[in-house]
Structures are given as C-alpha cells and as structure tokens.
C-alpha cells in the first residue's frame, strides 16, 4: 500500500535527496550571475534538446561576447553560430535569438515582455522556455514540464497525461501556484538523475512509498 500523495512532503524528501547532483541549467545559471529575463530566455532555447551538460558551457561561452539584445545583434550571424556550436541546430538557435533581440530592441526598449503571452508570441519560444524564464528570472508562476518532469508525475500516477503540453495544463490546475517553480527546479534533476527514464533508481527513492510507479517493470 502506498501513502496518500503529499506534494510538499515529497518535495521536500527530493529537495534534500538532490543536494548532491547538479542543479538545472537554468537554475545554475542564475546563481552564477545571469540572471535578466534576456539571459534566460536564450539560454532555454539553447537547451532545447541538449543536455545540461552542454547549454551551461555554450551559454557561458556566448555570453561571454553578448548578454544584452544590443549586444547580440552587434554579432555576426556566422559568429553567433559558432558560439552555439555544440547545441542542437546552431543555425536554427541563432536566427531565433538573433530575431528575439531584434524584436527586444526595435519594440521593447531592449528589454523582453515579461508576461507568458509575451514571450510565447517571440518566433521561436514555445511554452516551456517561457514558464522557465519567468519563473527562473522574473519569480512568476510558471510550469515548465520537460521530458523530465512528465515522466516523473505520470510515473507517480498523479498525472495520467501523455504529451508534456497536457502534463503543464494538468499541474496548473492542481498545484499551488507558490509550487509552480519549486516543481521546475527539483524535479528536472530528480527526473534526471534518480526517477531516470530507463531503470530508475526505485530502490533508493526518497519518495517511493508515495509512488504508483506506473510503467515501470525493471529498475535499480
């Protein structure tokens, strides 16, 4: 018999069962200094499909040359490209930054809207980069649900979700809006490192009691 589920004694078990691992990139970003809804926001789209492990130093590596929109359009296209190699589609990634900070300058006095309608209405940014960014850089509740984040509410059997967009919608309506970033900071890591998509580490779980773990049939 599992225990009812209680969010916030299972996030609490999991915050203190990460400590240990790397914090998302985004995250970890922001507590080295980069912090403005700019840098956010083009780091998000940096990692879209590519791991922590890279967008954090091909983030570093571009903002070392630019961290404002004035600043990034003052480069290159081709330069901006091979600062962003290592990402998935550096072609893609710069024309998208490059008409972000476009728009940023000529509409937006070189700041970005900080509002989900905003953001979403960018070409190029979809739904989880701009929960993720205000959240991250703005404090606004957002839900950005990853890879990460759908499998380990659908693996709880919270959600019965199968496509991330529904996984957002379910968890805003049912979590605390003070919850929303919480959820994005410990459960990407969590999903990452321990609720791992292939054998996950069910043995060793801080959260197992509470957890229906749907889907599973091998883990560690």
Same mark, same amino acid.
């Given at each position: =018999?599992?225990l ?7 996030l609490t ?8 691992y790397?914090k998302a990139a =985004?995250?970890?970003l ?14 998000c789209?940096?990692s ?7 967008t954090?130093?091909v983030?570093l590596?571009?903002?070392?040359k630019a961290?404002t929109?004035e600043?990034?359009? #003052?480069l290159?296209?081709e330069? #901006?490209?091979? #600062?962003l190699?290592?990402s998935?589609f550096?072609?893609q990634k ?5 008409g972000i ?7 937006y006095?070189?700041?970005l809207?900080?509002?989900f309608e905003?953001?979403?209405? #960018?070409?190029g940014?979809?739904?989880k980069c ?6 991250v850089?703005?404090?606004?509740p957002?839900?950005?649900v990853d890879?990460h984040v759908h499998r380990?509410?659908?693996?709880w059997g919270?959600?019965?979700t199968t496509q991330p967009e529904?996984t957002m919608v379910?968890?805003q ?8 970033i919480?959820l994005?900071?410990l459960l =990407?890591p969590?999903?990452k490192?321990?609720c ?12 197992l009691?509470?957890c229906e773990q749907?889907?599973?049939t091998?883990?560690r």
């Open positions: =018999m599992k009812p589920f209680d969010l916030e004694t299972v078990k999991i915050e203190k069962a990460i400590a240990a790397p =985004m995250f970890d922001y507590e080295r200094g980069y912090t403005s809804l700019f840098e956010q926001l083009i780091s789209i940096i879209v499909r590519t791991l922590d492990e890279t954090i130093p983030s590596k571009l903002f070392a961290r929109p600043a990034m359009l #003052l290159p296209h330069n #901006l490209v091979q #600062l190699l290592g998935t550096p072609g710069a024309d998208t930054i490059l900070s476009k728009i940023a300058v000529e509409q006095g070189g700041n809207p900080a509002t905003g953001l979403t209405a #960018l070409k940014v979809g739904p701009a929960n993720l960014a205000l959240g850089a703005a404090k606004l957002g839900i950005s890879i380990v509410v659908n693996r919270v959600a019965k529904q379910f968890l309506k049912n979590v605390p809006q003070e919850k929303w919480d994005n900071r =990407m969590f999903g490192h321990i791992t998509g292939n054998l996950p580490h069910c043995s060793t779980c801080p959260v009691d509470y749907v889907g599973v091998k883990h």
